[in-house]
């Protein structure tokens, strides 16, 4: 017993540093648990996230009853960069154990952790929507040429934060030939003086 509440306070020390949940008197992880939530700390000691999740997560399999795991889990989660799963892991750790010591701080991460999810969508949709816009313009302009296309791509990719990955634009072949190009012009001026 004394073995499991040293290894849940050093887990929430290590991992999140607000207090974790003391385990209840009666409660007892199995040793296969415990093992696991070990080396699960071992992991997290050294940012091995990867790892510290696949223990706790073995340590939960154990005890599927006891909190500890969850919260460990969550933990693990925070610290990983995967907040989504965080939120989870914590709200299934109030589920596990709606009385723990700990509820306020842990309701706490969880609003804090759903703020920064809204911002990463608003901000996601925001750079979804300029990319689309400038893909919207050169659409709008006519067929583009490779190196538009080039462009174009390198463009949003700097909006929504990755390197561009297309490819040279001496490697871009035209897919339009010059008859093909001069009936959609052709059909485009018809379109325009029937509008």
Not at 127 to 135: F, G, V
Request: overall charge neutral; charged content about 30%.
């Amino acid at each position: 017993m004394k073995r499991t509440r040293w290894l849940i306070a050093a887990i929430g020390l290590l991992v999140g540093g607000c207090a974790a949940p003391p385990p209840a008197p009666d409660a007892t992880l199995p040793a296969d648990s415990v093992a696991a939530m070990d080396a699960g700390t071992a992991a997290a000691d050294r940012e091995d996230w990867d790892r510290a999740r696949e223990q706790f997560l073995a340590a939960h399999h154990a005890a599927p009853r006891s909190h500890l795991p969850l919260y460990a889990l969550a933990l693990a989660e925070e610290r990983g960069g995967c907040d989504l799963a965080a939120v989870c892991w914590y709200r299934a750790t109030l589920a596990a154990d709606p009385d723990a010591a700990n509820v306020p701080a842990i309701r706490s991460r969880i609003d804090r952790l759903d703020r920064r999810l809204a911002d990463q969508a608003r901000d996601l949709i925001a750079r979804a929507r300029k990319a689309d816009a400038l893909l919207g313009e050169d659409i709008r302009r006519g067929p583009p040429s490779p190196a538009d296309v080039r462009k174009t791509l390198e463009e949003a990719a700097d909006l929504i934060g990755r390197p561009a990955q297309a490819p040279p634009a001496t490697d871009l072949e035209d897919p339009l030939s010059a008859g093909q190009r001069g009936a959609l012009a052709a059909a485009r001026a018809k379109a325009r003086a029937g509008d």
